[in-house]
């Protein structure tokens, strides 16, 4: 059937007029509302104002405008059940066949810092979700658009078919209209169910960004939904792998926490090497001393544009993906040859401080805050009689930093500005120790005078003795221990200063 009369409400007016203008050039009535009505009437476009269409007028503040019957009427009566048009018919019911609609811009008012509760409220969108699910229901009869994206397609399909669409295209755009209102209900809930505190369901609708080649290993299948494409642009090389991602969002959240020139060296989400310098050669070459066999197929990321020099020491080694804010021309044309390497583009994104982690359990998934730090008063922190130098002070804040990102237990030995020894996930933090004295032990780098951080408290003295044997004059860790007063003791009997931060960075 020939489209003859459409309704056009939408928020993002994006390539509004020119759709419309081609709209009314093949003979299609145009409906409009506020907003909408008055841009096309200054473009130029016949309009007819939807209080016109309906008989009643906008009221409410525009709250009210097409919850009516001859607009629902006009979009789910059934075009071939006689039933349907006497009865269309008996009440002055004219069909709409198509309707454009977008909604009010929820996602992007929460979104702002500043939005209060009552201006995000405003912005629930009514009578456009009611209008799409009503036209997505009766796809069979009815053209929707929620997207404008899909104007070039609607109006080449009309081309085609001397006005009409095809089935196949108002099935697809039905779909559409479903996924699109069910995210944004979802978005609805899930911010009305944190501002008041309640206990409700978490309501999660995702684009689909790509599908991937298979997950973590070849027979796993796997796909990545939602926004990554916001917040990561790929500049070369290879399809992106699901372990990738997983390195590339560890890599991201490790080097949020660095505001120095820094670069960081991932494997399997575990640093295996990061280290602060004004000279981004300087870093690299620290990061890369911690460990010079675990980098092999890694993840390098920098909190600076790569350098020339950075790129050709880089480039001597074999990495699966480079990650920074930018890349320098010559450091493009260094990596460039390298033609599966992946770079990455770190966009700049800032990480919502509200935001949530979730993770796949049995039967369900687990809901948490992200992991920020509150603001700590180090001077207070110190547990010790001894307290620490300025030298070792910064050591500490730079393991406590690292250590925040290592798989738990975790225990890692630094300098003032670099790694020294990382000991990941064990089922003993005395272990997690001896992994990290032996790694830095077989990379040739002396642990004598280190910090020493980690990740949860010390139940005994034996694991902070064991630092204190390897080299460390200083220690941070949460504290909360029943046993606190052997290991405080235990540290006085060594000299060491220690910091309890009363904060700790599980990650399992």
Request: charged fraction near 25%; proline fraction near 5%.
């Amino acid at each position: 059937m020939k489209i003859q009369r459409a309704l056009i409400s939408v928020s993002d007016k994006t390539g509004l007029a020119d759709f419309a203008r081609e709209l009314v050039r093949m003979g299609v009535e145009i409906v409009s509302t506020g907003g909408t009505a008055t841009l096309l009437q200054k473009e130029g476009i016949p309009v007819r104002e939807i209080s016109d269409f309906t008989g009643f007028p906008e009221m409410l503040d525009g709250r009210v405008k097409t919850l009516h019957p001859k607009v629902h009427g006009g979009l789910l009566y059934v075009r071939d059940n006689p039933e349907h048009v006497a009865q269309a018919q008996a009440h002055g019911i004219a069909p709409i066949d198509l309707v454009v609609v977008n909604l009010y811009p929820f996602e992007r008012t929460i979104a702002k810092p500043e939005t209060t509760l009552e201006e995000a409220i405003e912005q629930i969108d009514i009578g456009g979700p009611s209008m799409l699910r009503s036209a997505a229901k009766n796809y069979r009869s009815v053209t929707v658009v929620v997207d404008p994206a899909d104007y070039a397609d609607v109006l080449e399909n009309m081309q085609t078919n001397e006005g009409a669409t095809t089935l196949k295209l108002r099935e697809r755009l039905g779909i559409k209209v479903f996924v699109t209102t069910s995210r944004y209900d979802g978005a609805i809930a899930n911010y009305l169910n944190k501002e008041q505190e309640t206990t409700c369901s978490l309501n999660l609708s995702l684009p689909v960004v790509a599908r991937l080649r298979y997950g973590e290993n070849p027979h796993q299948t796997a796909a990545l939904y939602g926004h990554f494409d916001d917040q990561f642009q790929k500049l070369q090389g290879k399809e992106l792998s699901y372990n990738n991602i997983l390195d590339i969002t560890a890599a991201s959240e490790l080097i949020e926490d660095f505001s120095d020139p820094t670069v960081a060296i991932l494997k399997h989400t575990n640093p295996c090497g990061v280290a602060s310098d004004a000279d981004l050669r300087e870093a690299w070459d620290k990061a890369f001393a911690t460990d010079k066999q675990a980098p092999f197929g890694g993840i390098i990321i920098c909190n600076r544009p790569i350098t020339e020099a950075l790129a050709k020491a880089i480039s001597e080694i074999f990495s699966e993906v480079i990650i920074a804010p930018d890349f320098e021309p010559e450091a493009r044309a260094v990596l460039q040859k390298k033609k599966n390497l992946r770079l990455m583009r770190r966009l700049a994104v800032p990480r919502a401080q509200d935001g949530s982690l979730i993770r796949s359990v049995a039967g369900g998934v687990l809901v948490q805050s992200v992991d920020l730090e509150p603001e700590i008063d180090w001077e207070t922190r110190v547990v010790t009689e001894r307290r620490p130098t300025a030298a070792e002070l910064q050591a500490m804040l730079f393991a406590w930093r690292v250590v925040k990102h290592v798989k738990s237990n975790a225990i890692v030995y630094t300098g003032k500005d670099r790694t020294l020894g990382v000991g990941a996930g064990q089922m003993s933090r005395v272990d997690a120790s001896r992994i990290a004295i032996w790694k830095a032990a077989d990379a040739g780098l002396s642990l004598k005078g280190s910090a020493v951080g980690s990740d949860a408290f010390f139940p005994f003295p034996d694991g902070l003795l064991a630092a204190a044997d390897a080299g460390a004059t200083c220690a941070i860790q949460p504290g909360g221990s029943v046993k606190d007063a052997e290991v405080i003791a235990a540290a006085n009997e060594r000299n060491m200063a220690m910091i309890c931060t009363g904060v700790r960075h599980f990650k399992h």
